[in-house]
């Protein structure tokens, strides 16, 4: 049976493809600058990570020619973009309520005083007023889906401020 490639998997290889190949220094540059703080940016991760996916034989690595140093180059093995389109289509991981920071921090509201509570939320749904500054893409549809994920971020935490004003608190609520 194969393997399913993970979140971290599916999008280092997904920017290989994009790029038709880049080094393993490009693909950590492009985690680093990512609007999303779970990708992690670092060599610790990325290296080891084009390690596998070479490993497993979803991405060939080839000297760099053009450079005299011993970098090397990636690029998606026919078996990788194979992977890559079934993670792309996988709807039920993709609907997966997966790692989000601010839900998992909701989740555990009930142990905050009221008063601080109701503090983070103000806070938070100030940040998500403001808004991120939108990713740098060439890509035209990087930069609308960002600002519509923002929207709807924003209003999912309004409408947990709203039921939790409504709503008696059981634990934690001191």
């Not at 979140?7 to 490009?26: D, F, M, N, S």
């Not at 693909?27 to 497993?56: C, D, H, M, N, Q």
């Not at 930069?143 to 409504?166: C, D, G, M, S, T």
């Given at each position: 049976m194969?393997?399913?490639l993970?979140e971290l998997e599916?999008?280092?290889?997904?920017?290989?493809v994009r790029?038709?190949?880049?080094t393993?220094?490009?693909i950590?540059?492009t985690?680093?600058?990512?609007?999303s703080r779970f990708w992690?940016?670092?060599a610790?991760?990325?290296y080891p990570l084009?390690r596998?996916?070479?490993a497993?034989?979803?991405?060939?690595?080839r000297?760099?020619l053009?450079d005299?140093?011993?970098?090397?180059v990636?690029?998606a093995?026919p078996?990788g973009?194979?992977a890559?389109?079934?993670?792309?289509?996988d709807?039920e991981?993709?609907?997966?309520?997966g790692?989000?920071p601010?839900?998992t921090?909701?989740?555990y509201?009930?142990?905050?005083p009221?008063?601080r509570?109701?503090?983070f939320l103000?806070?938070?749904?100030?940040l998500?007023?403001?808004?991120?500054?939108?990713p740098r893409s060439?890509?035209?549809?990087?930069?609308?889906?960002?600002?519509?994920?923002?929207?709807?971020?924003?209003?999912?935490?309004?409408?947990?401020?709203e039921?939790?004003?409504?709503k008696?608190r059981r634990r934690?609520?001191r």
């Amino acid at each position: 049976m194969k393997r399913r490639l993970t979140e971290l998997e599916g999008a280092a290889l997904a920017q290989v493809v994009r790029a038709g190949a880049c080094t393993p220094y490009a693909i950590k540059e492009t985690f680093r600058t990512s609007p999303s703080r779970f990708w992690s940016g670092s060599a610790g991760a990325v290296y080891p990570l084009v390690r596998r996916l070479v490993a497993r034989g979803l991405l060939v690595a080839r000297p760099d020619l053009r450079d005299r140093r011993a970098r090397r180059v990636v690029s998606a093995t026919p078996a990788g973009r194979a992977a890559l389109q079934s993670w792309l289509v996988d709807a039920e991981r993709a609907a997966d309520f997966g790692f989000d920071p601010l839900r998992t921090r909701l989740f555990y509201s009930e142990l905050l005083p009221p008063r601080r509570l109701k503090a983070f939320l103000a806070e938070t749904a100030g940040l998500l007023a403001i808004g991120s500054p939108a990713p740098r893409s060439d890509l035209a549809h990087v930069v609308p889906l960002h600002a519509a994920w923002a929207r709807l971020r924003a209003k999912a935490l309004a409408e947990f401020a709203e039921q939790v004003e409504k709503k008696p608190r059981r634990r934690g609520s001191r």
